[in-house]
């Protein structure tokens, strides 16, 4: 239970700010160097806010749009809008504006903050269509000169409204901190679903205070953790860690410099409390791979060495069997001369816990990283949930579970075979839509959408998004999400979608890696001229189709899953792009749209031809479409039996 | 088309008046008078040797003019040295990048406040007193020029590994480091794709807005042109044929058949 002094986010920072007031509690690298905020100065920039946003006429209960990269200045909008008993709801800041605009208007937002020019533009046209949206506040000025439009707002100006509001009313906002309660809500999540208009997940105080707190407790988390905050400011796992638990335990967060600065501004922070959906953890070994392929020969061959002992290593420490005497031996040898550097070189060096979630991680990337001696962990939950549901236990570490429920979260398995629980950070329903609310929670429990059970340790196990696990034509269950994630542990593979329920056999989408295909073609001094020249060469085809075998080779230990091996597959002409609503921005495949989309293809794929041609719309960041022609391949890979492991088909 | 711009104070930034090089016996530039206003950026277009370049280097102080006068802020300069040229106030990009490839990105701007650098060699050297509070104001500002440029995650990679459009946005760093008052790019778009080429004209644009630096550059891309200059000068073997509002250049007769070709008799 919450003490009543403590029960909002408000008052927690007024906390940390007494209690630890010259501990840094933000960074943000700013013209080449860190800009470090303590606890004092947060909350002091968060009241100027807020009483800027009073004089502005702020009521409790009004909404704050907030919209841009991770910025201090941003987390200070979101403590401030709660202080004065609104509710924040970020934004994910490449969203276009169709998008933003159905948010904004849903959400009724009265206040925007946000980052710069290429958001107040956008919500400029949002607010032609929705007026109800009265201020645009913005952190930086550049370009913006030269606007007139008088809803638009400085943030230096909005401070400065604060100073004087402040004069005339003293104590105002310590007495609105006051006012708050466990129960008010502090956040509005919009989730990006994989199906129809995004739904606004309300959260309380109450809901995100009790579940950061049971995961600071269980993973001990204290003040002197450091936490990057570079994953989008509208994701529940960022708000978790970023803002909730940050605040909870009194722990720094850095902003990086920019997007393309993430990886070097890891190596400066060396954070010792990590947080990576799979595909940056994805990115990280791709990026790392491509730099060994381009050392000098000998190097190469010994990073390959010793990360094959280390990986023979952790799969056994996994599967609690010794590893043999040799790898024992050679381990502490390796740690020498390749974990240890390399560990430095992806700014890991200092990580104490590690967490990858969001998506199942292929059983070979988590093992990479395992066996690095980095504490990657795995997690489970979503927004409804208040990020957290599940977080395996220090030492108690399996490749394809994603641990125990966390204390006080109750799960259960339906009979369907769903995953349901009920926890404090159940949340407190759809904004403005009871019927998906009503869907959703069932006597207090939440239908999850997974499909998972609970293996003989209690651990649950997550297969596949519950509608999602199907079953081929001759009745061999098929769970698509696991083979993708196989495929997309090569560094060659930047997406995959498999189809085979209902069909005789399955076949795969693939989406090559530009960066690391791109380069290997370099290498081999192949020319190319666009992305999708690059896909359908036919080098590229036997590049990949050699990684397809690879996977069907891997399933064949897996009795359950062995029969659902890729007969067929192809090499995507463009991209998946959320801005073709292939996938969602946290880049979650979306089956059904691609379905409809490529019916040609995936029709193709369970054909004989060995060639298709297709058509597609692409949507540029402005809004424009555009059509692509091109002609993709079709190309068969061996599957193999159990028995004597050979070819066949 | 861009706003007109605003009227600047009487002198002109640049007075180029009558200007004739000569290389042999071809004639680069033949008697080309033009003038640049403060905080104009001025488009220089023509076919392939009508002497674009030349003039650029003439601007310079690469070339010296067989006869006429440059004038800058009013005064005369038209046997200046590149140095001194660029010490009073004029930057350019060129044609082939021109970067130092071995040092990396942040170096490569620095040198571009060189000619800021004030003291002496062994305090520099040993890094202290006055010469590493100098360092520090230097490089700060170049971190500005980062910011600006987007380039903050490529700060310490090696100019010689980045791609092609990224060596150019480098180089206009370096330019924009001097602080210039006039800004010479000499196709700053050449060989990039659309998306590099809006990039680039984003932060054209951008430069003469913030800074309000006076840019002349040359450019062949005419959507480009229209979208960024306020005025156009067209130059066809070594003579101008024309110089005016883009779209009138556009329209102009002499300019039309210059790019497509007339029959000399």
Redesign the interface.
Same mark, same amino acid.
């Given at each position: 239970m919450l003490e009543p002094a403590l029960d909002t986010f408000p008052k927690l920072a007024l906390r940390n700010a007494q209690r630890l007031p010259t501990k840094v509690a933000i960074r943000e690298k700013?013209?080449?160097?860190w800009q470090s905020y303590t606890w004092s100065q947060y909350v002091e920039q968060a009241r100027l806010i807020a009483l800027g946003l009073a004089a502005l006429g702020f009521a409790r209960g009004d909404k704050t749009a907030v919209v841009g990269d991770n910025r201090p200045q941003l987390y200070w909008a979101m403590l401030a809008t709660q202080a004065l008993g609104g509710v924040p709801v970020p934004l994910y800041q490449d969203s276009v504006e169709k998008e933003m605009q159905y948010i904004v208007d849903h959400a009724e937002a009265r206040f925007a903050v946000v980052e710069d020019q290429e958001q107040v533009d956008k919500l400029l046209h949002v607010r032609e269509q929705y007026p109800g949206l009265e201020y645009i506040i913005y952190d930086d000025p550049?370009?913006l000169?030269?606007y007139q439009d008088p809803c638009l707002l400085s943030l230096e100006e909005l401070r400065e409204r604060g100073r004087k509001f402040a004069q005339d009313n003293p104590g105002y906002f310590d007495a609105e901190v006051a006012k708050g309660g466990a129960d008010d809500l502090a956040v509005i999540c919009y989730t990006s679903g994989t199906t129809g208009q995004p739904k606004g997940t309300m959260l309380s105080h109450r809901n995100l205070i009790e579940t950061a707190r049971s995961a600071v407790e269980r993973e001990r988390l204290g003040a002197s953790e450091e936490v990057m905050a570079y994953l989008p400011m509208a994701w529940i796992g960022d708000h978790m860690f970023s803002f909730g638990q940050s605040m909870v335990a009194g722990f720094a967060i850095s902003c990086p410099?920019?997007a393309?600065?993430v990886l070097?501004d890891l190596k400066e922070i060396g954070p010792t409390y990590f947080f990576a959906p799979p595909r940056i953890w994805e990115n990280i070994l791709t990026s790392v791979m491509i730099r060994v392929d381009d050392a000098s020969w000998i190097k190469r061959r010994m990073v390959h060495f010793f990360l094959d002992v280390a990986r023979r290593v952790e799969r056994a420490r996994l599967t609690h069997r010794p590893a043999s005497l040799r790898d024992r031996l050679l381990y502490p040898l390796g740690w020498l001369i390749v974990y240890g550097p390399l560990r430095d070189n992806l700014g890991m060096g200092h990580i104490r816990v590690a967490y990858t979630a969001g998506e199942a991680i292929g059983p070979e990337l988590f093992e990479f990283y395992r066996s690095l001696g980095i504490n990657v962990k795995q997690l489970y939950g979503m927004t409804e949930s208040s990020a957290l549901i599940c977080i395996q236990q220090d030492g108690d570490v399996k490749l394809d579970t994603v641990g125990p429920p966390l204390p006080g979260v109750e799960v259960r398995i339906g009979e369907s075979g769903e995953v349901l629980y009920r926890s404090p950070g159940v949340f407190q329903g759809y904004y403005k839509n009871p019927e998906a609310t009503r869907e959703t929670i069932e006597d207090g429990w939440v239908h999850s959408g997974d499909a998972g059970f609970f293996d003989g340790d209690g651990h649950l196990k997550i297969i596949d998004r519950a509608r999602d696990v199907g079953r081929l034509s001759d009745g061999t269950i098929f769970a698509p999400k696991y083979l993708e994630n196989k495929l997309k542990f090569s560094p060659y593979v930047k997406e995959a979608v498999c189809v085979g329920h209902g069909r005789d056999f399955v076949g795969a989408l693939i989406n090559i890696d530009l960066a690391s295909v791109g380069n290997w073609a370099e290498r081999r001094g192949l020319a190319y001229t666009s992305y999708t020249d690059l896909a359908q060469k036919p080098e590229v085809y036997e590049l990949i189709r050699q990684e397809v075998v690879r996977v069907n080779r891997s399933l064949l230990p897996d009795e359950a899953l062995r029969g659902a091996q890729i007969r067929r597959f192809l090499l995507l002409h463009k991209e998946l792009d959320p801005d073709d609503q292939e996938i969602t921005r946290t880049r979650k495949v979306r089956r059904g749209f691609i379905a409809q989309k490529y019916a040609p293809l995936i029709e193709a794929l369970h054909g004989d031809g060995d060639h298709v041609n297709v058509e597609a719309q692409v949507t540029y960041e402005d809004g424009r479409t555009a059509t692509v022609r091109a002609g993709v391949r079709l190309c068969d890979a061996e599957t193999f039996s159990w028995a004597g492991a050979g070819a066949s088909g | 088309m861009r706003s007109a711009a605003t009227p600047g104070p009487p002198t002109p930034l640049l007075q180029v008046d009558g200007i004739s090089v000569r290389f042999g016996a071809v004639q680069a530039l033949d008697r080309v008078s033009l003038e640049i206003r403060r905080g104009e950026i001025v488009a220089i277009i023509g076919p392939n040797g009508a002497g674009k370049t030349t003039l650029l280097n003439v601007i310079s102080g690469f070339y010296h003019p067989a006869e006429g006068q440059i004038r800058f802020e009013g005064r005369d300069r038209t046997h200046l040295r590149p140095y001194d040229v660029a010490a009073l106030g004029v930057a350019r990009t060129f044609q082939n990048v021109a970067l130092f490839k071995g040092m990396s990105v942040l170096d490569n701007i620095m040198t571009g406040r060189l000619l800021k650098m004030r003291g002496s060699f062994l305090l520099e050297a040993l890094y202290w007193g006055p010469a590493m509070k100098q360092e520090l104001e230097h490089?700060?500002f170049v +971190?500005?020029i980062? /910011?600006?440029l +987007?380039i903050?995650?490529i700060?310490?990679t090696p100019a010689g590994r980045l791609p092609y459009g990224l060596q150019k946005r480098v180089e206009l760093a370096r330019a924009l480091a001097a602080e210039p008052k006039l800004l010479l790019l000499d196709e700053p778009m050449a060989g990039m794709n659309v998306e590099e080429k809006e990039d680039m004209c984003r932060f054209i644009l951008?430069v003469n /807005?913030?800074f309000g630096t006076t840019i002349a550059l040359i450019e062949h891309d005419m959507s480009v042109v229209m979208d960024i200059s306020d005025r156009v000068v067209a130059l066809d073997y070594g003579r101008k044929i024309a110089d005016g509002r883009p779209d009138d250049v556009r329209d102009d007769r002499a300019v039309i058949d210059a790019y497509l070709g007339v029959a000399h008799a």
């Open positions: 700013d013209l080449g160097i550049r370009g000169r030269h410099e920019s393309g600065t070097a | 490089r700060a +971190e500005q980062i /910011d600006f +987007e903050e995650a700060r310490k951008g /807005d913030e």
